[in-house]
Structure formats: structure tokens, C-alpha cells
């Protein structure tokens, strides 16, 4: 995604929901043989333009620079959702990256019947864009935004930053997004210790330095599912409390030690709760 500022157009994290209706528009006009309208986006959000390019814009840039290989597609079905992560790769760089999505099931009040595609399509769609090079970007969305506008000056995108460290960027991504997720979490009496908790259980590590690039991409796909979708953050409010539930139901007694050993064991017990994760 990009925005518009100073004539410069700029690239930013914030991901809007009118881009995901207009990818969800798009998936249903694949799966229904209809013919695809929008391979680009713009439009003004804060008193600047936004511009980048939609699912079927990024499909189309993946097959002009050729090369791009999705491989590992994983799903997760949830009560309310579907949660896929899927890895892309750069046969001709050999740079890989992750992308997830979780999709609810319903489309408004109704049943959507093409939710597990929408998670699937969204997943590659946040995994292949990672991997396309910049004048590819450029050369389709310049061309699409001259056709849409029937002429002018294209504009061009300037380089994203680079980052060799993935896992950082991934946990980062995690991180910025458990922040917000604090205070609707501590509504419904589930504290930040609690979400770590249900983190490490879920993907059986002890710290965070345990955690893959694909746990951490797929942990942002339901940390921001939850963000945007009460009903969704309502399931994850239940599975935490169902999988700390069962955590404790078989935790094993410990056996009491002598005087001495119990205060020293205590004392690293306070020290490591003082770390949530």
C-alpha cells in the first residue's frame, strides 16, 4: 500500500478494509468466471491519496516478473474463521517469504461460501507481494492508473526499505498489533500475560526466540483478525481461556522441597514472571 505525500508516493503499514472488500470483490469474480475490474486502488484517506495494487493487481505483477512459486500452504479451521498461511518463493533470487490471513465465515449476517478461498487467496496475496521487485510494482500500477484515468502522468512508487531479517520484521508485526489488542483483551479479563501464555502453548515453544517467521506471520493473520472483527476477538478471548483452562487441568503437583531449595526456587519463579513471554 502507498500514500501520497508531497508528491511522493510512499509506502505504509495500515491496512485499510475498503482495500479487502475490493479483494474479496475480486475472488469472487475468479471463482465465478467473471471478468476482473480492479487492479489497482486510489483514493484519499486523511487528506492524502492512497494507491497500490489490489489482489488481482499483484497476481498480474507476479506473472510479469515471473518466477514467484507459492509452496506450503497450511489451514486452520476455526469456530468463526478460516486461517491460512502460505509461502511464496523467488526461484530466480531464492528469497522466500510468509503470508496469512484469517477470514471470517460470515459476510455480513450470512454464511460466506467463499470464505476458505478468500484466506487462501488473501494469504498468497500478503506472502507474494513481499516478494515483488519495485519497477514491477511500478510498470503495473502506473499502467493501470493511466488506463483507469484515461491519461496523465503515472506516478511511481519509491523503494520500500529492505530488511534481511524476516523473523524481525514478522515479530515486530506480532508485537505492534498485541499492543492494541491489550485493552479490548483486558475487557474481557484476559491479560497480557494470559495472551503469551496461550502463544507459547499454541505453538509449543518457551520463549520467543523459539517462534518461526511462519508462526509469527500466521500469529498477526488472528492477532488482526481479532483486531477488526468483535466476533472474532470474542473466539480468541475463548480459546486463551480454553487452552489456559486445560493447561492448568494438567499441570503436575510439585513436590514440596526443603525450606532452603523452596525459597531459591520461588525467588527464580518471581524472577521469570516478570517476563510475559
Excluded at 92 to 105: C, L
Excluded at 157 to 174: E, G, R, V
Excluded at 180 to 206: C, F, H, M, Q
Aim: glycine share 6%.
Amino acid at each position: 500500500m502507498a500514500e501520497e505525500k508531497n508528491n511522493e508516493i510512499v509506502h505504509v503499514a495500515t491496512e485499510i478494509d475498503d482495500i479487502d472488500q475490493i479483494d474479496d470483490q475480486t475472488i469472487v469474480e475468479m471463482m465465478t468466471g467473471q471478468t476482473i475490474q480492479d487492479y489497482v486502488y486510489s483514493y484519499k484517506h486523511g487528506g492524502r491519496v492512497v494507491e497500490g495494487l489490489t489482489l488481482a493487481g499483484i497476481n498480474e505483477a507476479a506473472n510479469r516478473r515471473g518466477g514467484i512459486q507459492v509452496e506450503d500452504l497450511n489451514y486452520e479451521e476455526q469456530e468463526s474463521s478460516w486461517i491460512a498461511t502460505v509461502k511464496a518463493v523467488d526461484t530466480i533470487t531464492g528469497n522466500s517469504r510468509w503470508g496469512a490471513y484469517e477470514q471470517s465465515k460470515m459476510n455480513g449476517s450470512r454464511p460466506d461460501p467463499y470464505a476458505f478461498t478468500k484466506a487462501v487467496h488473501k494469504a498468497q496475496r500478503n506472502a507474494i507481494k513481499q516478494l515483488l521487485p519495485v519497477p514491477v510494482i511500478r510498470e503495473v500500477l502506473n499502467f493501470y492508473l493511466h488506463r483507469k484515468a484515461g491519461g496523465g502522468n503515472p506516478r511511481q512508487l519509491t523503494q520500500p526499505q529492505k530488511s534481511n531479517d524476516n523473523i524481525t520484521n514478522a515479530q515486530k508485526a506480532a508485537f505492534a498489533i498485541a499492543n492494541k489488542l491489550s485493552e479490548p483483551l483486558a475487557k474481557k479479563g484476559i491479560e497480557k500475560d494470559g495472551l503469551w501464555t496461550y502463544i507459547k502453548r499454541k505453538y509449543s515453544v518457551e520463549s520467543r526466540n523459539d517462534m518461526t517467521e511462519q508462526q509469527w506471520t500466521q500469529l498477526s493473520a488472528e492477532l488482526k483478525a481479532a483486531e477488526t472483527a468483535p466476533n472474532l476477538l470474542d473466539e480468541l478471548c475463548k480459546r486463551i481461556q480454553q487452552l489456559t483452562a486445560a493447561t492448568e487441568d494438567s499441570e503436575v503437583p510439585v513436590v514440596k522441597e526443603p525450606e532452603d531449595s523452596e525459597t531459591e526456587y520461588k525467588t527464580k519463579d518471581k524472577e521469570a514472571d516478570k517476563a510475559p513471554f
